[in-house]
């Protein structure tokens, strides 16, 4: 069974940066794609950014592109998502998701383990 663990989320000002990190165990780490999914309070859930299990591979959601980064050290079974210029609007819940295949998937259905998820909130 995976286990997928999140981490460092927390509260910040509109303008700074947080980088979330992500452990899953149970898999080869990187013979799984990754990728990382939010929820706002009575929104939709947004699939943010993802990632091959090489690493060779992303995706960026356009309304996060060149704010956001997604990236993994498949020696430390870990992966991660790079936050600067955060806006109120990034405030959520951000989930990590296992996926089942080593390639990159944008559709959240194609990750089968997913984190308890680890809010993030950026103030105005």
């Known amino acids: 069974q995976v286990q997928v663990v999140e981490s460092g989320g927390g509260l910040v000002q509109a303008g700074g940066s947080l980088k979330l990190s992500c452990s899953a165990s149970?898999?080869?780490?990187?013979?799984?794609?990754m990728g990382w999914l939010r929820q706002a309070p009575g929104k939709e859930r947004e699939f943010v950014a993802a990632?091959?299990?090489?690493?060779?591979?992303?995706y960026i959601k356009d309304s996060v592109k060149g704010r956001f980064t997604i990236s993994r050290d498949n020696a430390e079974n870990t992966l991660y998502l790079q936050m600067s210029n955060l806006k109120p609007e990034d405030t959520a819940i951000y989930y990590c998701?296992?996926?089942?295949?080593?390639?990159?998937?944008?559709?959240?259905?194609?990750?089968?383990?997913w984190g308890q998820g680890t809010p993030v909130t950026v103030s105005s």
């Open positions: 990632i091959s299990g090489s690493g060779i591979y992303t």
């Open positions: 998701l296992c996926g089942r295949i080593a390639a990159l998937r944008i559709d959240p259905d194609a990750y089968d383990s």
């Open positions: 149970g898999r080869t780490f990187g013979e799984y794609a």
